[in-house]
């Protein structure tokens, strides 16, 4: 069967429309419950190639998990294996790749780099984090939303932190799913312009509120509580400069008071307790952190199941 979604590449949160995403959303939840929508072993001889230009726990084992669960194969190439751009183009490592495997994971800094791939490659192409976008973090983490709140339109989401790539697929996400999404972030570290502009104008679409402010405030009445590291992969020599500025900016037991009873909060992990959230919050109840992290495995797997239909 073939549907709008086989062949395609994920690169952006922004490559599918809302029903697309809920259609991935739905296979992912019925993965997580056990069922197998798909049948028994759908991804049998099938291959996925996971080039990697930074490291990874989660995306690394989520994907690789994923495919053997559902009878397929993954192959780990490490960052010093392929040295994308350098040992040889992009254009050819796709070219390559695209006539032994059948679809392409790809985590690296340059989002022109998993656009090259996807531009060349015959195969579908999954960007999992470059500096610009996480999309595939954001199908995970509307997952677990829908999994805590049972409905995503009109949620009242705030994320607190840096404007980086997991903050960019946020706001696109919440934009296309009709969540209102509050990016709480200290002067110049905002999201990029054109996110904000593309974010706000579908959102004016779709009845989300795409918010930026410096105001810790903004999380009152939050159903959803967001944070990420204070500095990305590739920022670390940043990491001491950053951590005076967004000292303020973090999910603790202050917070907390500010946000719902019942706010789910969330963190794409690695975390760094004590800087952007405490470890006690983490734990709370309402934390659904783990199941976020659980949910990249079942996320991924629906979107591979539909690439490759
Ligand atoms: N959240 C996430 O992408 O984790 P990893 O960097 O460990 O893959
Ligand atoms: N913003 C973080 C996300 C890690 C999953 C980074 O890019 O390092």
Known sequence: MTTSLTGRSFNSVLDFSS???MTVLKTAMALRKGDAPFGAAPLANKTLAMIFQKPSLRTRVSFETGMTKLGGHAIYLAPTDISIGKRETTEDIALVLSRYVDVIMARVFGHDIVEDLATHATVPVINGLSDFEHPCQILADLQTVLERKGHLDGINACYIGDGNNVAHSLMFGAA????????????GFEP???VTKQAAAIGAETGAKITITPELSATEGADMLYADVWASMGQESEAA???KVFEPYRIDAETMKRADDDAVILHCLPAHYGDEIDYDTSRLPNAAIFDQAENRMHAQSALILHLLQ
């Open 19 to 21: 029903e697309e995403i």
């Open 176 to 187: 296309r799913m009709g969540m209102n999404m509050t990016i709480i972030c200290p002067k």
């Open 192 to 194: 990029k312009a054109e």
């Open 241 to 243: 400069e950053r951590r």
